[in-house]
Nanobody
Framework: QVHLVESGGGLVQAGGSLTLSCAAS????????MGWFRQAPGKEREFVAA????????YYADSVKGRFTISRDNAKNTVALQMNSLQPVDTAVYFC?????????????????WGQGTQVTVSS
């Protein structure tokens, strides 16, 4: 069983920064890609960022490119999402997900384990 627990969400003013963290309770964490998705009220869950098993490959949604950075620490079984220059449109519940393979993907179907999510609210 894989458990993913997100933390670090909260309320921030526009232009501010937050760092989300996801802790995985699985010994094979380093074998799999990890991703971040988000879901705003009334909208579909959308891709934000992904990272391959080694960290060598990363992908970002166009809307966050240059502002968000995904990273992982395989020794600590954690993946982080550094979010800078936050805007109200970034307000959403952010979900951590574990991929079904070692390759990073932007596709939701490529992830088979999900955390419960953490709320990020950006005020204007």
């Amino acid at each position: 069983q894989v458990h993913l627990v997100e933390s670090g969400g909260g309320l921030v003013q526009a232009g501010g920064s937050l760092t989300l963290s996801c802790a995985a309770s699985v010994r094979t964490f380093s074998n799999y890609a990890m991703g971040w998705f988000r879901q705003a009220p009334g909208k579909e869950r959308e891709f934000v960022a992904a990272i391959s098993w080694s960290g060598a490959t990363t992908y970002y949604a166009d809307s966050v490119k240059g502002r968000f950075t995904i990273s992982r620490d395989n020794a600590k079984n954690t993946v982080a999402l550094q979010m800078n220059s936050l805007q109200p449109v970034d307000t959403a519940v952010y979900f951590c997900a574990r991929g079904s393979s070692s390759m990073a993907s932007t596709m939701r179907v490529a992830y088979n384990y999900w955390g419960q999510g953490t709320q990020v609210t950006v005020s204007s």
